[in-house]
C-alpha cells in the first residue's frame, strides 16, 4: 500500500484497495446494525449507510481510478460509495 506512487495506480494497487473499501463497508454496516436495538431480537432492519470514507493508505489516484472504472461513486464530501460496475 503506498501513498506516493509516483505513476498510476497499478492493478494489484487497485484490487486491494477496493478489496479494503467493500470490507470497511460491509464492516460499518454490521457495526450501525448492532447499535440499531438494544433487545436480542432485531427488527430486521438494514443500516442505511451507503457510503464511506475510503480506507487510508491509498492514494486519491486510486480511489479516482476506481471511480473511472465504475466501481466506486463520488457520494461528496470525501465519501464514496459502491458503483454501478461493482462486483
Not at 3 to 23: I, Q
Not at 65 to 77: M, N
Request: charged fraction near 30%.
Amino acid at each position: 500500500m503506498s501513498t506516493d506512487s509516483p505513476g498510476p495506480p497499478t492493478h494489484e494497487d487497485l484490487k486491494r484497495a477496493y478489496k479494503s473499501f467493500k470490507k470497511r463497508l460491509k464492516l460499518t454496516r454490521l457495526d450501525e446494525e448492532s447499535k440499531l436495538n438494544y433487545r436480542p431480537t432485531t427488527s430486521g432492519q438494514g443500516s442505511g449507510i451507503v457510503a464511506i470514507t475510503p480506507p487510508q493508505g491509498f492514494a486519491q489516484a486510486v480511489w479516482e481510478e476506481l471511480v473511472k472504472q465504475g466501481k466506486l461513486k463520488r457520494a461528496g464530501h470525501g465519501t464514496y460509495e459502491l458503483g454501478e460496475n461493482a462486483t
